[in-house]
């Protein structure tokens, strides 16, 4: 599919930002505006997000000059595309830019993983981790291979890591706790100067071992929680009828991949020293920006439409990522759920519950998991473990007829509320602040 950089016709918003990022400079965040994502990369059209209709700050940013890696960039978007179908246009350029951010390690302090997962075989998650092999620096690439062995791997000079079939790995609870030594190395080595140490040779003296690196994950399902976080989330699905891409042949295909590679590797092996000192405006915060910061520093350094484009992606893929987050069971969605409990139960909203009447609320919605997750439905024990990880506890409650039942006070979620699903329902700072003096007294 062709760009062609065009800048939408619509008036330029009242403030300004660095539209690139800027050599020693410390850059701006964008305003956390929510856009869906683009249409699907493909002909399935139908079955993916709409663009949006209102442009926001990475929509209005206009092209840069173009450099020489605008057009290797482009290059290397298209040999992705001619053998994979990537669920958005968003998803194609987000695995370009990463590939090439491989080549420039040694200028990151964050390695980003790029997770590609999807709900069943054959969605094309090998097949893009063939492409990967081909293109990114120095790969190294296993398949349910040990710690130590990954590790040992890893020297002061970054390899690529490509772990495939991370299902067999991270499948299931008792698989992930079997290999909970290999989450806490790919963890760990998202950023610089976190080693390992393990004792080697006869004297059993203790030994540094380099983690960092940048690592590509494909599997079925999705990775562990805490992975996930550090990645630039891939969601794969099969092909639909009609959609064609070219079959894969390594001796006849490596030659072509190869070359857009070195190209690659030339055109950013002069750029280190200015890589490692820019610091560009993003359009999200937190793990996200350290995460996304390399693909969006590659794609200043290449001008023309690609700041714009990472950017895109980068807001898009996070926002879709914090919906996924939500719409799960567990996690934030316990939360986001409670939260629309209180806000429905009157105004204004009530000081407390009772654990069973939000047992019944939870239970009841037909379009939340809480009824299905065990026979009779979610259980006192099971809210209760869910809360405890937000530091939300119960206590005795004191019903409208003065007797008292176990529930949950509402002064004990607003932090929760604000920090894990701050668009449901917000909470404003003066409600915290009234309800620190309520939670004072309680």
């Excluded at 057009?71 to 978007?77: F, I, V």
């Excluded at 669920?87 to 990151?108: I, K, M, N, Y």
């Excluded at 023309?304 to 879709?320: E, F, L, N």
């Excluded at 009841?364 to 006192?380: I, K, V, Y």
Aim: aromatic letters at 6%.
């Amino acid at each position: 599919m062709e760009f062609t950089g065009h800048t939408p016709d619509v008036a330029a918003p009242a403030t300004s930002w660095p539209p690139v990022a800027k050599p020693g400079g410390p850059g701006t965040y964008l305003p956390a505006q929510q856009a869906p994502l683009s249409t699907a990369c493909g002909h399935g059209a139908e079955a993916a997000p709409v663009e949006p209709t209102v442009p926001d700050g990475t929509d209005l940013m206009p092209d840069t000059e173009a450099t020489e890696g605008a057009d290797l960039l482009a290059q290397l978007r298209a040999q992705i595309a001619k053998f994979v179908i990537l669920p958005s246009e968003q998803a194609l350029d987000a695995a370009t830019l990463w590939v090439a951010a491989t080549h420039l390690q040694g200028s990151w302090q964050h390695a980003p993983r790029l997770a590609v997962v999807g709900p069943a075989k054959r969605c094309g998650k090998s097949r893009l981790l063939d492409v990967l092999t081909e293109t990114v620096h120095n790969p190294v690439a296993t398949v349910n291979s040990s710690p130590s062995a990954i590790f040992r791997s890893i020297t002061e000079e970054p390899p690529t890591l490509l772990v495939d079939e991370a299902d067999t790995i991270f499948g299931s609870p008792k698989m992930a706790e079997k290999n909970e030594e290999m989450r806490g190395l790919l963890n760990a080595g998202h950023q610089r100067d976190r080693y390992v140490l393990r004792v080697v040779g006869k004297e059993h003296a203790p030994g540094r071992f380099h983690t960092f690196a940048m690592a590509a994950i494909a599997g079925i399902g999705d990775l562990p929680d805490t992975i996930m976080d550090r990645s630039i989330v891939i969601r794969m699905r099969r092909r639909a009828e009609g959609e064609r891409v070219s079959p894969y042949r390594t001796k006849r295909d490596r030659p072509a991949l190869h070359a857009i590679r070195d190209k690659i590797a030339r055109w950013t092996a002069p750029l280190a020293d200015q890589a490692l000192c820019l610091e560009p405006a993003m359009p999200v915060e937190d793990r996200a920006a350290d995460t996304w910061e390399p693909l969006v520093i590659i794609a200043d350094l290449a001008g023309g439409s690609w700041p714009r484009r990472a950017r895109q992606a980068c807001k898009r893929m996070v926002d879709a990522e914090v919906q996924t987050e939500e719409d799960n069971p567990g996690g934030a969605r316990i939360l986001a759920d409670i939260r629309r409990i209180f806000h429905a139960a009157s105004e204004p909203e009530p000081d407390s519950m009772t654990t069973g009447q939000l047992l019944f609320a939870l239970n009841g919605n037909e379009e939340a998991p809480w009824a299905e997750s065990a026979r009779g439905g979610l259980t006192p024990r099971a809210l209760g473990a869910m809360l405890r990880e937000f530091g939300i506890t119960s206590g005795n409650v004191r019903l409208g007829d003065g007797t008292q039942r176990k529930g949950y006070t509402r002064h004990k979620f607003l932090d929760a509320w604000r920090r894990y699903c701050p668009a449901v329902h917000p909470i404003t700072s003066t409600a915290m602040d009234e309800s620190a003096g309520t939670g004072s007294r309680a």
